[in-house]
C-alpha cells in the first residue's frame, strides 16, 4: 500500500508540476550511494550471521561465498550498466530526462535494493543454519532461506533490466534470462547443503557476470543536441 501511494502520488504531483532535474551528476551518485549501502548490508548481514563463530573452516566458507555474492552483485550494477543508464539520462531532453529520473531511477532501483536485502537474509540464514544447526554441513538452508538468495537474486536482475529499458529505451534478454534460471534453481537448492546452496548461488552471479560481459553492450541514447549522423 505505502508503494502504491509513493508511486500513484509521484506520478500526480509530476502531472500537475513537473520538476527539473537540475543535476544529473548528483543526481546518479545518490543512487550509486543507495546501492552501496544495500550491497553493504549484505556484507553487514556476514556479521551477524557469523557473530563469534568465525574460527570454524565451514562458516568461514560461506562468509567468503558471502562476499563473493555481494561482489557479484556490485560489479552487476557498477561495471557498465550504471555508466549507460547514467549517459542516457545526461544526454536526454528536459523532459525526457525527468521521466528517466523518476521512472528508471526512483521507481525501478526498487526491485534492486530490495533484491540485495533479500540477497542478504539468505547469506545471514546460511551462517545462521551453519552456527546453529546440528549436522551443518548435511543441514539443508530450507525454503525460506533458499527463496531469500535466489528469488532477491532474480528481483535484482529483473530490475537492472527494467531500470535499462526505461532509461535508453532497448531491452536486454541477458538479465531476464539470468532472472529464470535463479527461479529455476529455487527447487534443487532447497535440497542442497546450505553452503552448497550459496556456492550455487556465487556460480550463477558470476556465470551471470561472464554472458553479460560478453553480450553486446547497450548504447544509450545520442544527446538532445547532437544529430544521429
Do not use: K
Not at 528536459?94 to 521521466?99: D, K, N, Q
Not at 545471514?124 to 530450507?142: F, K, S
Amino acid at each position: 500500500m505505502a508503494f502504491a501511494v509513493d508511486v500513484g502520488g509521484a506520478r500526480i504531483a509530476s502531472g500537475f508540476s513537473p520538476w527539473p532535474l537540475r543535476s544529473v551528476s548528483h543526481f546518479t551518485e545518490r543512487h550509486r550511494l543507495v546501492l552501496i549501502i544495500a550491497v553493504g548490508e549484505s556484507l553487514i548481514s556476514i556479521g551477524i550471521g557469523a557473530g563469534a563463530e568465525l574460527r570454524g573452516w565451514l562458516v568461514l566458507l560461506a562468509a567468503l561465498l558471502g562476499f563473493a555474492a555481494a561482489a557479484s552483485l556490485w560489479r552487476l550494477y557498477f561495471d557498465r550498466f550504471a555508466s549507460v543508464i547514467e549517459r542516457s539520462l545526461e544526454g536526454a531532453s528536459a523532459a525526457r530526462r525527468a521521466t528517466i529520473a523518476s521512472d528508471a531511477y526512483s521507481l525501478a532501483h526498487f526491485p534492486m535494493v530490495a533484491g540485495i536485502m533479500y540477497v542478504a537474509f539468505g547469506i545471514e540464514q546460511v551462517l545462521a543454519t551453519l552456527i546453529h544447526e546440528p549436522d551443518a554441513h548435511q543441514r539443508p538452508l530450507g525454503l525460506p532461506g533458499t527463496v531469500a538468495l535466489y528469488a532477491g537474486g532474480a528481483l535484482y536482475l529483473v530490475g537492472r533490466a527494467l531500470c535499462l529499458r526505461l532509461a535508453t529505451m532497448h531491452a536486454t534478454l541477458a538479465p531476464l534470462a539470468g532472472a529464470a534460471v535463479l527461479l529455476l534453481l529455487i527447487a534443487p537448492a532447497r535440497l542442497l547443503p546450505a553452503v552448497v546452496a550459496l556456492a550455487l548461488l556465487v556460480l550463477a552471479l558470476v556465470a551471470q557476470l561472464a554472458v553479460e560481459w560478453r553480450w553486446p553492450r547497450p548504447a544509450a541514447p545520442l544527446p538532445a543536441n547532437q544529430p544521429a549522423g
